[in-house]
């Protein structure tokens, strides 16, 4: 991973915890956060379905 791609991927991270921390309903806000990152890690081929937390 490239220093930009580092740059990028951490500016992403900042912005979803900042979108949690001002949102009105935060449990919403981090399923929508956890929805996202599921399709993205998908999208590259890992299996997501081991990784929830019953």
């Known amino acids: 991973m490239t220093d ?4 990028n991927m951490l500016i992403d991270i900042y912005t979803n915890l900042q ?13 929508y ?11 590259s ?3 997501t379905e081991n990784l929830d937390i019953h």
């Open 19 to 31: 979108r949690i921390k001002s949102a009105a309903d935060r449990d919403k806000e981090i399923d």
């Open 45 to 47: 081929g890992i299996v």
């Open 4 to 7: 930009k791609e580092q740059t």
């Open 33 to 43: 956060q956890i929805k996202a990152a599921k399709a993205k890690l998908e999208a």
